[in-house]
T-cell receptor, first 113, second 118 residues
Framework: QKEVEQDPGPLSVPEGAIVSLNCTYSNSAFQYFMWYRQYSRKGPELLMYTYSSGNKEDGRFTAQVDKSSKYISLFIRDSQPSDSATYLCASSGSGGSNYKLTFGKGTLLTVNP | GAVVSQHPSRVICKSGTSVKIECRSL??????MFWYRQFPKQSLMLMATSNEGSKATYEQGVEKDKFLINHASLTLSTLTVTSAHPEDSSFYICSAETRTSGKGGEQYFGPGTRLTVT
């Protein structure tokens, strides 16, 4: 079992829809959770960074972490065609000198105008 | 803030030659940089972790003699693909870590370098 599981999609929604992207993880040591957006042929862009359980909101984006169920979610409100990209969830632990990220496979999202 | 650059963005080289890719953190100091490889429609695979002033730590299965990493300063790390072969063709991405005491580091990624070996 991969440490971070993510449905690769693809996911296609109409403009203005609410998008829900999800990941599960298996490593109980993970404490930091991130969502990255990657456009084709570009490097990933950090969207959301959260620690432990809870919600974090930034504009149209909301990240949720439920450590009891090891579930990570990203919600996009009022989705726009410019949101079309691959979304990667990532997790890391704490301790030690490095915080290696473990990535999900990524979900390809298309928002249709 | 937290901008990471990579150079070159695209390179085509002949089999057997070596290619150097630079990764720079432009507006912050990065004690740790990471090098990833990404195949089409796949997620990022960590190749190595690079700490300023010390030897890089390679992931299992990554040949350290083939992928030479040098972290010369707090803002620059380089990856050299030696004696490149067509199977080395891939998208190489670096990231640099910001660190707040007691927190897991946030990684900021460069735009990537597409390497094609003919």
């Amino acid at each position: 079992q991969k440490e971070v599981e993510q449905d690769p999609g693809p996911l296609s929604v109409p403009e203005g829809a609410i998008v829900s992207l999800n990941c599960t993880y298996s490593n109980s040591a993970f404490q930091y959770f991130m969502w990255y957006r990657q456009y084709s042929r570009k490097g990933p862009e950090l969207l959301m960074y959260t620690y432990s359980s809870g919600n974090k909101e930034d504009g149209r984006f909301t990240a949720q972490v439920d450590k009891s169920s090891k579930y990570i979610s990203l919600f996009i409100r009022d989705s726009q065609p410019s949101d079309s990209a691959t979304y990667l969830c990532a997790s890391s632990g704490s301790g030690g000198s490095n915080y290696k990220l473990t990535f999900g496979k990524g979900t390809l999202l298309t928002v249709n105008p | 803030g937290a901008v990471v650059s990579q150079h070159p963005s695209r390179v085509i080289c002949k089999s057997g030659t070596s290619v150097k890719i630079e990764c720079r953190s432009l507006d912050f100091q990065a004690t740790t940089m990471f090098w990833y490889r990404q195949f089409p429609k796949q997620s990022l695979m960590l190749m190595a972790t690079s700490n300023e002033g010390s030897k890089a730590t390679y992931e299992q299965g990554v040949e350290k003699d083939k992928f030479l990493i040098n972290h010369a300063s707090l803002t620059l790390s380089t990856l050299t693909v030696t004696s490149a072969h067509p199977e080395d063709s891939s998208f190489y991405i670096c990231s640099a870590e910001t660190r707040t005491s007691g927190k897991g580091g946030e990684q900021y990624f460069g735009p990537g370098t597409r390497l094609t070996v003919t």
